[in-house]
């Protein structure tokens, strides 16, 4: 007794019946990150939020991981496959160090598989909801990348994830220059984070900055930047104007 | 005489049934949401790419804008101006449908000159602000104008920001337009309390170069008006970082040109009427 189909035409096209297992939205998602490169190598923040929806879950998510000898990563959007993500970089790293041959994988070789994945993930329309920031050197290269969930990727001298884009790339593109030392790197990212901090909505004031350079990796512990309210204009803003804020 | 008493009664009835005077009508919005239903695409507000700022600095208001007008992805028009006058003391810039910041800005800049007519004093910034504010609410967010609002009056220097809306901000640095993000980050990281008047032209220049730069709905030129107790300083084209450059230095020559094979000239016989007296033309 077949009644007509309802289901609408656009199902079949994206998939069978029995999927309901592709990425429609993402849940935890934490927000922006943001890399340089510097003298020594790759410099990378990110701050410690895991946002459910417009909850703040999770205020200790490290979002900054190493991946062998080479490479930093930093991810953004979805933790959950953000941590797939790291399961998968795992099983390349254990493939690669059984050959057993002196050769390791580097960041741009990490970067490329990285992208394969996403852009894969998507054309089966269950992408990996993420954009993932790749970092690191090798034999005195600097490598800085960065990947998105529809396998968009490219390498520049500073990337930035998510409102990163909007908020601390022009800052960047203004005072980033070749040879920025440790410091001037560190002054450079929290500037950038301070002001993520005050116009994103999702951003949390705990953050850790990750280094990368020819020696290894070193991620700070949490940490919080100082913030400053006392503008004077806010302390009574409708003096003048009553009944507005 | 009874038929008569209906009839008053009849017509007040009518008379009530009719919205009261003031306030929002809802009547059309039944209608509207059938037509929505029944497949009509609802005019969707246009935001037009701009970069405008206002910062406060010690003395009075500093503000700033991109001059660059577009027509979806087309540059329109490379030097428009977007900071309109109010009044002697105050300016805005406005960003949005460049229509309604015209019309919206041209028309309480009228209503303000009447008032000041009207009372024999200076304009306040606040008077603005509810004039504009309350003409935006009254077209719910229609009337697609995004306003930073700036001057020193009696009681001092102000800076506002409206939304299309209706709703305002009162800050002592503010963003609006599509580059208002690559701006803020510059004001975020920059401003402080206590600004010079260079040192806030500076910080103003630079927010309004990184909306040009890193946004793709702003460019062109840097326009900024200083305004401070009893003067004010209309900038226009302070900066101009995107000059036209690698023109030809051979010029232009056409090389072959068309061959003149005979040349006539008729002159025309004129036929003047000269009328004594006459009236000047009528307009």
């Given amino acids: ?245 | 005489m009874l038929e008569d008493e209906e009839l008053l009664v009849k017509m007040s009835r009518e008379a009530m049934e009719m919205p009261p005077k003031g306030g929002f009508s809802f009547d059309l919005c039944k209608r509207n949401d059938m037509l929505v239903k029944k497949g009509l695409k609802e005019p969707s507000f246009l935001k037009t790419g701009t970069t405008i700022v206002g910062l406060i600095f010690k003395d009075g208001v500093i503000l700033g804008a991109d001059t660059r007008a577009t027509e979806g992805p087309i540059v329109a028009d490379k030097n428009c101006e977007k900071i309109h006058y109010m009044a002697p003391n105050i300016y805005c810039c406005g960003a949005g449908t460049a229509a309604d910041t015209e019309a919206v800005t041209d028309m309480v800049s009228s209503q303000l000159k009447l008032h000041r007519y009207h009372t024999g004093r200076e304009s306040r910034v606040v008077t603005a602000l509810s004039l504009l504010k309350s003409h935006l609410f009254s077209y719910q967010g229609h009337v697609s104008a995004a306003l930073v609002l700036g001057g020193v009056d009696v009681t001092g220097p102000h800076l506002h920001t409206i939304y299309p809306h209706g709703s305002t901000d009162t800050l002592p640095f503010a963003t609006m337009g599509s580059g208002s993000l690559a701006a803020m980050a510059v004001f975020e990281s920059k401003y402080r309390e206590g600004l010079t008047r260079d040192e806030g032209v500076k910080i103003v220049s630079e927010a309004i170069c990184s909306g040009i730069f890193n946004d793709l709905g702003s460019g062109s030129n840097v326009d900024i008006c200083v305004i401070t107790q009893g003067e004010k300083e209309y900038l226009r084209n302070h900066m101009l970082p995107n000059p036209r450059t690698y023109i030809s230095e051979k010029g232009y020559t056409f090389s072959k040109k068309t061959e003149v094979l005979r040349t006539k000239i008729t002159p025309l016989t004129e036929m003047v009427e000269v009328i004594e007296g006459g009236d000047a033309m009528e307009e």
């Avoid at chain 1, 795992?90 to 741009?108: E, F, Q, V």
């Avoid at chain 1, 990285?114 to 089966?124: E, Q």
């Avoid at chain 1, 050197?137 to 994830?161: F, P, R, S, W």
């Avoid at chain 1, 500037?191 to 850790?208: F, H």
């Fill in chain 1, 1 to 245: 007794m077949n009644s007509v189909d309802s289901k609408p035409a656009t199902s079949s096209l994206i998939g069978s019946e029995a999927d309901s297992q592709r990425t429609l939205y993402p849940y935890v998602t934490g927000t922006s990150v943001v890399g340089i490169k510097y003298k020594d190598g790759i410099l990378l923040a990110a701050d410690m939020g895991g946002s459910y929806g417009s909850t703040l879950r999770y205020k200790s998510v490290e979002r900054l991981k190493p991946v062998g000898k080479h490479s930093l990563i930093g991810g953004s959007g979805e933790i959950s496959d953000f941590q797939e993500i790291m399961r998968y970089l795992d099983d390349l790293i254990l493939s690669d160090n059984m050959w057993d041959d002196g050769n390791s994988l580097g960041p741009k070789e990490v970067h490329n598989y990285l992208t394969r994945i996403m852009y894969n993930r998507r054309n089966k329309f269950n992408p990996l909801w993420n954009s993932l920031v790749l970092g690191g050197v090798k034999n005195g290269q600097k490598y800085l990348g960065t990947v998105n969930m529809i396998g968009v990727h490219y390498e520049d001298n500073h990337v930035a994830t998510g409102f990163g884009n909007h908020l601390a790339r022009p800052l960047l593109r203004d005072e980033w220059h070749e040879n920025l030392t440790f410091e001037e790197g560190v002054i450079l990212l929290e500037k950038c984070m301070r002001v993520l901090l005050y116009r994103d909505r999702s951003a949390v004031n705990k953050l850790q900055i990750a280094k990368i350079t020819e020696e290894g990796v070193t991620i700070s512990p949490p940490y919080a930047l100082k913030t400053f309210w006392n503008f004077s204009a806010f302390e009574n803003p409708t003096l003048g104007a009553e009944g507005s804020w």
